[in-house]
């Protein structure tokens, strides 16, 4: 192949230079020659090809740091999950060892009915382990945003099984018709209590079931009953403890529902109980002595192994022989012409019933203002004045006698047979947490022990009701498990 010299194009440029292709067998020949030397020059990779490899090894390097991320997060949750657990564990551990030393402590009361000599208003954030520990109490008044440690008194509430209507109508949130339904859902017949509730009207509810006809088993079994609502039940105090939160006095806020008066107005629940009761025995095991029927020798012995032979023989004469009318161990205190100091000692060995138990006696030693209201002869007023003058020694110096310092002879005839110093069920109200502050947990123990030994009824557990002890406590126990 030659080139050729073209003429000169007509705008006056340089000439075209013309290539003459060969025959067939010269293109040939060039081709494989351009075919030969294409072989022999130096390749150079594609770029295309390297930037995708590149992409796919970034994506692969995103995929492993994703899921070692996720792992880890789920490892991260999964520890924070046993700690929890583990916390949880410690602070039911802590509340059976704390349940377990109430036991011990009453059981070592050495005059049965009488308040523990141990001060349990010590237990205040006490350490167990990794664990802090509470006993919830309940003040007197309950006014006050700081909770109090201590047990509660079964014998300070109104009996569900024995009160009269008439006293169950004087509660706080209760009304007539709802107490006329109480009695008709304990009472064995099926006659309807003015403005009660039987089975018909329980028949027409969703789902139906029947009135009970028997004896309450428990406070939270007024919930079954007509008319009974929570806000009646329960109250501005929606976690139980006894004290003025903050979600229960910002009106209607936050629930529960409340009248922001910077008072706590609690339920129902407050003022019931179901399980006090007194038994008929004395310390030593044998039966009270009768003192509307029972031999006057058996009186002489007790007063004079107590009191002395001479005393013995005047609180005889000034009682006499005739006291069958005597409705109560108030009247039979007044008749004797004893001291308080005098008939504490013996106060526990007497009785007027003949049954082998009383149950629903209110102990006026410990009882609020709203239920002493509900008593016979005492009403809102002299309620009033015994909580202003109730001795600041009376659960250590267990006695009604006090209270004939205030009440007149007839308003005393009438409250005598509903009142008691003594207490022989307690509410063992326990909270706790782990280490760290987590694993909140919170029980309600019942102990009765009317029996002489103390034993645990009911266990309910309140954990679901919230922190119980305000925000300073929670502080001061998260505090005080991060320096241990």
Known sequence: ???????????????????????????????????????????????????????????????????ALYFAQSMLFELRAVDQRVAGAQAEQAIAGATYYVSNVLAQVETPGTWPEVDLRTWEAVPIGEATVWILGRGQPIVEDEPVFDLVDEASKLNLNTATREMLEKLPRMTPELAGAIIDWRDTDDDVTTGGAETEVYQRFRPAYRCKNGPFESVEELRLVAGMTIEILYGEDANLNGILDPNENDGDASPPSDNRDGRLDPGLIEYLTVVSREPGTRSNGSARINVTSSSQEELRTLLEEQLGE??????????????????????????????????????????????????????????????????????????????????????TLPTVAWVA??????????????????????????AAVGRYGRGYRRVRWLCDTADGTPMFIRRLDVTHLGWALGATDYDSALFANRMR
Not at 53 to 63: M, R, T
Not at 405 to 427: C, K, M
């Open 405 to 430: 310092d205030i009440l007149e002879q007839t308003n005393l005839v009438q409250a005598g047979p509903y009142l008691t110093s003594r207490t022989f069920q307690y509410t063992v109200d326990v």
């Open 310 to 395: 001479e005393r013995a023989g005047t609180i005889l004469d000034q009682v006499g022989t005739n006291n069958s009318s005597l409705g109560s161990l108030l009247e039979f205190y007044v008749k004797s012409g004893m001291t308080p100091e005098e008939f504490c000692q013996i106060e526990g060995d007497l009785t007027v019933s003949t049954n082998s138990s009383q149950a629903g006696l209110i102990n006026v030693n410990t009882a609020s203002e709203a239920v002493l209201a509900c008593v016979p002869g005492i009403g809102p007023e002299l309620a009033s004045t015994l909580v202003s003058q109730r001795r600041p020694d009376a659960t």
């Open 1 to 67: 192949m030659s080139p050729m010299r073209a003429p000169s194009n007509r705008f006056g440029g340089s000439p075209l230079i013309v290539l003459e292709l060969p025959r067939r067998h010269e293109r040939e020949t060039f081709n494989v020659q351009l075919s030969t030397l294409d072989s022999h020059l130096p390749t150079r990779p594609s770029a295309p090809r390297r930037g995708s490899v590149l992409i796919i090894v970034l994506w692969i390097a995103f995929g492993l740091v994703a899921v």
